[in-house]
């Protein structure tokens, strides 16, 4: 009997947080895409001076004021002591001890060594721990990390970070119908999905480190490729997964003591998706072979999966306004690919599960529950491809 795709997609994300994936510290620059295994936290006040915020003059006092040098963004900054003393000061400089206010240089007048000027009323320069103070969590464990973070990681004077390793994922890909390069002909068609996964594999936050394509239809043909790929965290395998004269994923699975997590979803397309765990550890996601229905496996269940093994949050569907009708397919949630217009969501043509055109000019998928459809101008749950 399917299961429903949400419960199916919690089940899958549990089982990824049984199964957490081993914590590295790698260098910052090598950190985008990982996911944090413990909070970032602030090393220092930020900024951890007083810094200015403008090009011009910290004085002392009121003026006119004697200069009695200048200060550079990088350099530390002598004390003013004296009332009636200002020192040149640059943007991101720090602001020396004493310093009452900032003149900038575009509101002030200099001759010789002595500069005038009315200083604004806000204060011209950030103070130590503006932005955040020592010790002071600013993403807790499980945020996914970006260049932004990157940068302000870097800030804060962090050379590297404590992440999960990146999911190591094996891709097979079955079928004797199945060509990997040149025109297709005399009954075989190009492999689509071998080509294509690894990049979809790549922008969700895994590495791709195994490819093996194509696997002839036997049974001893599918257990050797299973074997061979068990280094891998998630082996990925395409095609194979109903019950027909060459499908042999189920049987080889069950002779390497499998347990199913997921098997099959009350989906379409791609209803014959599967998650199961080898006795190695390894989880084997069986994805459709037609090449929609392989996507929307790979959105529905290895997406979570891969997000609860690096303690990442499940992921969440967003909302957004239908600008066509879409229709529900019974007992079954609807995946229909839908592209943005303006601001509206319109359904997508050529969408067979079977077909390629659709996919790569949609943007994600409308959810349509069981029992529903959707109608123009209806907020719908979306879910957005890689």
């Known amino acids: 009997m399917p299961i429903d795709w949400l419960q199916a997609r919690r089940a899958v994300y549990q089982a990824g947080l049984n199964a957490p994936l081993p914590t590295v510290k790698v260098l910052l620059e090598e950190s985008d895409g990982l996911v944090l295994a413990e909070p970032l936290a602030t090393l220092t006040d930020l900024p951890a001076f007083p810094t200015s915020s403008v090009d011009g003059y910290a004085v002392r006092a009121t003026g006119p004021w004697r200069v009695i040098g200048r200060v550079l963004a990088g350099g530390e900054a002598p004390s003013l002591t004296d009332d009636g003393t200002a020192m040149e000061i640059a943007t991101g400089a720090m602001v020396p001890v004493g310093t009452t206010a900032i003149v900038r240089t575009e509101e002030s007048s200099r001759t010789g060594d002595l500069v005038d000027g009315q200083p604004r009323r806000v204060p011209e320069w950030r103070e130590p721990g503006e932005e955040a103070r020592a010790g002071e969590e600013l993403f807790p464990s ?3 990390v970006n260049p932004g973070m990157i940068g302000l990681a870097a800030s804060c004077g962090y050379d ?4 999960k390793r990146a999911p190591r994922v094996a891709l097979l890909v ?19 999905l071998g ?9 969700m936050g895994a590495d791709c480190v195994r490819v093996i394509a194509p696997i002839e239809d036997t049974l001893d043909a599918h257990v050797e490729a299973l074997q061979q790929a068990m280094e891998a965290d998630v082996v990925c395998t395409t095609g194979g997964t109903m019950h027909g004269p060459v499908d042999h994923l189920h049987p080889a699975l069950n002779s390497l003591g499998a347990e199913y997590i997921v098997n099959t979803v009350a989906i379409r397309p791609g209803y014959p998706m599967m998650v199961s765990r080898l006795k190695s550890g390894t989880f084997v996601a069986g994805l459709p072979g037609n090449p929609q229905s392989a996507v929307v496996a790979l959105m529905s269940l290895v997406s979570p999966l891969l997000a609860g093994l690096t303690g990442a949050p499940e992921p969440e569907l967003s909302q957004v306004t239908l600008g066509g009708p879409v229709p529900g397919r019974g007992d079954y949630t609807h995946l229909a690919l839908v592209r943005r217009e303006e601001q509206t969501w319109v359904p997508a043509s050529h969408v ?13 998928f409308a959810v349509i529950p069981p029992h529903g ?5 209806q907020q719908v749950d979306f879910l957005e491809l890689p």
Do not use: N, W
């Not at 119908?177 to 689509?192: F, K, M």
């Not at 080509?195 to 922008?203: F, G, N, Q, V």
């Not at 459809?373 to 101008?377: F, R, V």
């Open 142 to 144: 499980g945020t996914r």
């Open 160 to 163: 590297s970070i404590h992440v």
């Open 174 to 192: 079955f079928g004797d119908e199945l060509l990997t390069q040149g025109l297709p002909s005399s009954g075989r068609v190009r492999d689509a």
């Open 195 to 203: 080509p294509a996964l690894p990049s979809y594999l790549k922008r």
């Open 352 to 364: 067979g599960s079977s077909m390629l055109r659709g996919l790569a000019g949609s943007h994600g």
């Open 373 to 377: 459809h959707g109608l123009p101008g």
